[in-house]
């Protein structure tokens, strides 16, 4: 087996959308008040990973401070596993920080390790994450190494297993205590360490010191529990700044607008319908529901509905984080782009923005119904009640009018025929009969008209083609 191992020091700090990057920013656990993140104008400014705040509260002034969030970086590294995952099969969660991938299942795919990481490579730097990354031959050795920035990517036991005995053990994943215990008697680096027997170890420390060796030499398996993929897209943007504005809610909204576009793309997946959670300073939230008539997957094609949402949006308070959901997707079905389907796109994208402006209980459409009478082969249905496949515009088989007259008028005009007739027999089940003979026809100045025939021999307008 090989593994890839990648370290992610800065997870909660790369989350936030920083409009502002000219100023310091620092990520503090709050337990020992001390920085565990820093950007780099903080670096600049003298701060240091591991200085007390007290510390860089003196050097820096205006020091903007987060705490710490470990299910912030948990969920962040979730979401880059599902990124990678359309890359790399098996994957697994070591801790907050980092991710061990798999090698040697993937390299029939991928001929052999350089071509793989050359795809890794390019997935990470599309996600613009600070990373450090190194392979070995169990997931132990190769997380020790990616912790100590030490950056190789190699299929050579021999070059990794010199890279790895070169560490201090003060660098593997042990207790302050164990890593004492080892200085103690003189063991400073790894080298020394695994030089020695399990048996021998076993004598002087405790079993969890003797498993961690026994993993990370290959000695003892090590069992992985692998990603499982969520079927439903979350995503989260933790603001820099508070954003007390609806206009400068377009940036981070198009961020996750952008990942939810990856997710469904490479998914080949689309979906109706957008649930937005605005988490305010004073705790509470605004809540926003985006649908669209037709299934969409583009961040641009839902970012013009989004926009339209927001422009009704009233903030009582400053917004601290924004929240992304959708729960149903769809395979996306490829369409032939004929002129009528082109026509239907049309009148979806126009249904999706009355649906933005105006609220989709005050949307109505026609939907057919089981009747042949004309005044009665349609009626009018909120747009709320209909389940999003039926919002799709279809064409029927029979040639209907743009208008159809509430009442029909006696026809006092010359008409020419251009087609029919079409005979509509219908309505015995409820005493309320019409037979008629219906056709299309024109007048002198060119517009069609439908026209029917009853059974005495009179003639009727009962609707207008536009």
Same mark, same amino acid.
């Given at each position: 087996?090989?593994?890839?191992?990648?370290?992610?020091?800065?997870?909660?700090?790369?989350?936030?959308?920083?409009?502002?990057?000219?100023?310091?920013?620092?990520?503090?656990?709050?337990?020992?008040?001390?920085?565990?993140?820093?950007?780099?104008?903080?670096?600049?400014?003298?701060?240091?990973?591991?200085?007390?705040?007290?510390?860089?509260?003196?050097?820096?002034?205006?020091?903007?401070?987060?705490?710490?969030?470990?299910?912030?970086?948990?969920?962040?590294?979730?979401?880059?596993?599902?990124?990678?995952?359309?890359?790399?099969?098996?994957?697994?969660?070591?801790?907050?920080?980092?991710?061990?991938?798999?090698?040697?299942?993937?390299?029939?795919?991928?001929?052999?390790?350089?071509?793989?990481?050359?795809?890794?490579?390019?997935?990470?730097?599309?996600?613009?994450?600070?990373?450090?990354?190194?392979?070995?031959?169990?997931?132990?050795?190769?997380?020790?190494?990616?912790?100590?920035?030490?950056?190789?990517?190699?299929?050579?036991?021999?070059?990794?297993?010199?890279?790895?005995?070169?560490?201090?053990?003060?660098?593997?994943?042990?207790?302050?205590?164990?890593?004492?215990?080892?200085?103690?008697?003189?063991?400073?680096?790894?080298?020394?360490?695994?030089?020695?027997?399990?048996?021998?170890?076993?004598?002087?420390?405790?079993?969890?010191?003797?498993?961690?060796?026994?993993?990370?030499?290959?000695?003892?398996?090590?069992?992985?529990?692998?990603?499982?993929?969520?079927?439903?897209?979350?995503?989260?943007?933790?603001?820099?700044?508070?954003?007390?504005?609806?206009?400068?809610?377009?940036?981070?909204?198009?961020?996750?607008?952008?990942?939810?576009?990856?997710?469904?793309?490479?998914?080949?997946?689309?979906?109706?319908?957008?649930?937005?959670?605005?988490?305010?300073?004073?705790?509470?939230?605004?809540?926003?529901?985006?649908?669209?008539?037709?299934?969409?997957?583009?961040?641009?094609?839902?970012?013009?509905?989004?926009?339209?949402?927001?422009?009704?949006?009233?903030?009582?308070?400053?917004?601290?984080?924004?929240?992304?959901?959708?729960?149903?997707?769809?395979?996306?079905?490829?369409?032939?782009?004929?002129?009528?389907?082109?026509?239907?796109?049309?009148?979806?994208?126009?249904? =999706?923005?009355?649906?933005?402006?105006?609220? #989709?209980? @005050?949307?109505? *459409?026609? /939907?057919?119904?089981?009747?042949? $009478?004309? &005044?009665?082969?349609?009626?009018?249905?909120?747009?709320?009640?209909?389940?999003?496949?039926?919002?799709?515009?279809?064409?029927?088989?029979?040639?209907?009018? =743009?208008?159809?007259?509430?009442?029909?008028? #006696?026809? @006092?005009?010359? *008409?020419? /025929?251009?087609?029919?007739?079409? $005979?509509? &027999?219908?309505?015995?089940?409820?005493?309320?009969?019409?037979?008629?003979?219906?056709?299309?026809?024109?007048?002198?100045?060119?517009?069609?008209?439908?026209?029917?025939?009853?059974?005495?021999?009179?003639?009727?307008?009962?609707?207008?083609?536009?």
């Amino acid at each position: 087996m090989m593994w890839l191992y990648l370290h992610f020091p800065c997870l909660q700090l790369d989350s936030i959308a920083e409009d502002a990057p000219t100023e310091a920013i620092v990520i503090v656990e709050q337990t020992h008040n001390t920085i565990v993140q820093l950007n780099d104008k903080a670096k600049q400014l003298g701060v240091r990973l591991g200085m007390g705040m007290a510390t860089a509260a003196s050097l820096v002034n205006n020091l903007q401070v987060l705490p710490y969030d470990s299910e912030l970086s948990r969920q962040r590294l979730t979401k880059i596993a599902h990124h990678l995952y359309i890359v790399s099969a098996d994957i697994a969660l070591m801790d907050e920080q980092g991710l061990v991938l798999r090698i040697d299942t993937m390299l029939k795919l991928y001929n052999d390790v350089g071509c793989y990481w050359q795809q890794i490579e390019r997935d990470l730097t599309s996600l613009n994450l600070t990373v450090y990354f190194a392979t070995g031959y169990t997931p132990y050795a190769a997380q020790v190494l990616a912790q100590q920035q030490v950056n190789v990517i190699s299929d050579n036991r021999a070059e990794l297993k010199e890279h790895l005995n070169r560490q201090r053990v003060t660098s593997l994943g042990l207790s302050e205590k164990q890593k004492a215990a080892l200085q103690r008697i003189g063991v400073l680096q790894v080298g020394q360490l695994v030089s020695l027997s399990l048996a021998d170890l076993a004598k002087r420390f405790d079993i969890t010191l003797v498993n961690y060796i026994g993993r990370l030499t290959g000695q003892l398996v090590h069992s992985l529990t692998f990603f499982i993929p969520h079927e439903n897209f979350t995503a989260q943007c933790e603001l820099a700044h508070e954003i007390d504005q609806v206009t400068f809610l377009n940036q981070p909204v198009a961020h996750l607008l952008g990942k939810l576009a990856h997710f469904l793309i490479t998914r080949n997946q689309v979906c109706s319908e957008l649930y937005f959670i605005f988490t305010l300073r004073d705790q509470s939230e605004i809540k926003l529901n985006v649908i669209s008539a037709e299934p969409l997957s583009k961040a641009q094609e839902w970012q013009n509905l989004v926009d339209i949402k927001l422009a009704t949006l009233t903030l009582s308070s400053p917004v601290i984080v924004i929240k992304l959901f959708v729960t149903n997707t769809q395979a996306a079905v490829s369409q032939n782009q004929d002129f009528l389907k082109m026509k239907r796109g049309n009148v979806n994208a126009l249904i =999706s923005m009355m649906i933005a402006k105006l609220g #989709q209980e @005050r949307v109505c *459409m026609p /939907i057919p119904t089981a009747d042949h $009478r004309p &005044e009665n082969a349609n009626r009018l249905v909120c747009i709320s009640d209909l389940s999003m496949r039926k919002l799709q515009f279809e064409k029927g088989e029979s040639l209907r009018p =743009s208008i159809l007259l509430p009442t029909p008028l #006696q026809l @006092r005009q010359p *008409m020419k /025929i251009l087609q029919g007739p079409e $005979r509509v &027999e219908a309505g015995w089940w409820d005493d309320r009969v019409i037979i008629r003979d219906y056709f299309i026809a024109h007048n002198q100045q060119g517009q069609c008209y439908w026209l029917f025939r009853d059974q005495r021999k009179r003639w009727f307008e009962h609707g207008l083609f536009c």
